[in-house]
């Protein structure tokens, strides 16, 4: 499962059956914590979830600023909830490449915040599975 978090919503994504590609799977409006983590939990749940890579956003001289402060305190409550390995992904220019995929697709711009952040969730997992594919992991 890769997963996007953002201030305001979770992207979720998913790979196949044989981690070789990840497919955007639905967003989460977040609410407060404990309930997006059940959402999350669910999630993991109902698809046999065995893994959890999270993007981790870095600044561009890959030091750690306010929004990656952020996602690692939400992680440190999801590891109170969540028996799974959680695995970091630097996910620096991942929303800029799903907003060039919606307009490529020529998705209205008003449109986009839909599917933003699944499809920024399926990039970092995707990013992710390649690096493994490769023995890089």
């Known amino acids: 499962m890769g997963l996007d978090l953002g201030d305001k919503t979770i992207g979720v994504a998913l790979s196949d059956p044989f981690f070789m590609t990840a497919q955007p799977l639905l967003t989460i409006k977040r609410t407060k914590a404990k309930e997006d983590i059940r959402k ?3 999630i993991i749940k109902e698809k046999q979830v065995e893994k959890i890579i999270i993007g981790l956003p870095l600044n561009m001289n890959n030091t750690l600023g306010p929004q ?7 992680v440190d409550l999801l590891k ?3 028996d799974l390995e959680i695995i970091y ?10 907003d060039r995929v919606l307009s490529s697709m020529d998705v209205r711009k008003e449109n986009r915040k ?4 699944k499809i920024a969730a399926a990039f970092i997992l995707q990013s992710f599975l390649d690096r493994r594919k490769h023995g890089q992991d």
């Open 80 to 82: 109170k909830e969540i």
């Open 40 to 42: 999350i939990s669910d």
């Open 89 to 98: 992904e630097d996910e620096r220019l991942t929303t800029v490449q799903s």
């Open 114 to 117: 839909k599917y933003i952040d």
């Open 68 to 74: 990656g402060q952020k996602v690692l305190s939400f």
